[in-house]
DNA sequence: CTATGTGAATCGATTCACAGCC
DNA sequence: GGCTGTGAATCGATTCACATAG
């Protein structure tokens, strides 16, 4: 487990974590590399070399014990204790990602909601009143706040991607349309909505590429 | 422009658009591949081949016109003309995506509400009125449809994603955590949040290895 | 005989080095 | 001089082939 780990092992690994969790679900005690990877589009070995970055999980001529292997994945994703989460932005997405029920499901849970616009302040989002942003750094710190999920608009996002930082944030998931500058200890990851639309409509494009301007 | 455009080529193009758009609108008439790759983290020599895989768009000794550029970038996008998208399922994040400001700014249009809620068909939302799955098929051909953004429960997804595919949608952003099958012609990409949350804590945990188990 | 774990080989993407144009 | 476009080289990730364990 002590090389790097390849970005791309590391962008599967999640999806590990939820086949093999619905599988189990669906009565199954173990599974094999080849199953995984045929859920996932992928190839058995791909599986295979991606697991054994952080360990040996599996039994030759067996396979991988399902619930061993959640397990370890969760261990891996760190998400084997529950992660205190602080969303900024209370706009529509905002107030969408405060309930979105899977984060709760799989180990985050959003434990603070800041706003800087008065009117939204003191209403309720979910079960938590949202607070003015002068009180992030002290509830990040008081609630062992480690990652942080930002819906504000671009304008305002480096400027609160500094207050997490100094509030002692670990983690960014940025949903605003902009490159943030953090620390190198501290991980930002954007989410570009209208990227995603622009990137389906060009793979669209090319897939028919002569065909027709669909 | 010929050949097979490497997947994380595609993956930049929209983040070029965007960087470029921002740069003529501080005023600016030109830029180089430096200057574009210093703003996106990335090297010059990256931006020039990923652009001349559609084509030669810069001139030697000046760099890109950021017009001439803008308009190649969403020529290859296919955003040089409004795309028309249906949304379909009206929960928390179905009403934030129905209004989400940023899809209209970049070319596409959301011109279709589903759900399969009684009690949510015929209200509004944004602009539009929430219409029942069984219009799906007749609304989509009517208003020239192409592409779909999917954020139903994933036990429902496959289902709506067949409709979706029969009604003649040749792309669909999908918002539930599940593979979606689809034709080898539709392009399927999906968004899973929870993931995305769950990597970015993976990304901290490795960056601090040893550190701390923050 | 089945399925994992892994070094070696292949494939794809990034970077280097430079030829050609402004 | 400055900067693009591109073949050659490097780097990283996937796949192959097989040794090893159940």
């Known amino acids: 487990m002590r090389d790097t ?19 189990q679900q669906q009565g199954h005690e173990k599974i094999s590399s080849q199953q995984l990877a045929e859920i996932l589009g992928l190839t058995a070995t ?7 970055h952080f360990g040996q999980f599996g039994r030759p001529g067996v396979g991988y014990h399902c619930g061993e292997l959640i397990r370890q994945l969760r261990l891996i994703l ?14 529509n997405l905002g107030r969408a990602l405060a ?12 434990v603070a ?8 302040i003191g209403r309720k989002v979910g079960p938590h009143k949202v607070q003015d ?22 304008a305002a996002a480096q400027d609160v991607a500094d207050r997490l930082v ?3 944030v670990y983690g960014i998931l940025n949903f605003a349309i902009v490159g943030l500058a953090a620390p190198s200890d501290v991980v930002v990851s954007t989410v570009a909505l209208s990227m995603e639309l622009e990137q389906l409509g060009l793979a669209v494009r090319l897939r028919h590429h002569g065909t027709r301007d669909a």
């Not at 791909?46 to 054994?52: A, G, P, S």
């Not at 309930?99 to 959003?110: A, D, H, L, Q, V």
């Not at 509830?139 to 671009?154: E, G």
Request: net charge positive; charged share 25%.
């Open 78 to 91: 760190g998400t084997d204790r529950v992660r205190h989460v602080a969303l900024v932005g209370c706009g």
């Open 5 to 23: 780990i390849p970005k791309a092992t590391m962008s599967r690994i999640s999806l590990y974590l939820h086949e093999v969790e619905q599988w």
């Open 133 to 154: 942003m002068s009180h992030l750094s002290a509830v990040c710190r008081q609630k062992d706040i480690t990652l942080a999920i930002l819906a504000v608009p671009a």
């Open 99 to 110: 309930t979105y029920p899977r984060f709760e499901k799989r180990g985050f849970s959003i």
């Open 46 to 52: 791909q599986v295979r070399k991606d697991l054994t």
């Open 113 to 120: 909601v800041f706003d800087n616009d008065p009117r939204k």
């Open 166 to 168: 100094a509030a002692g």
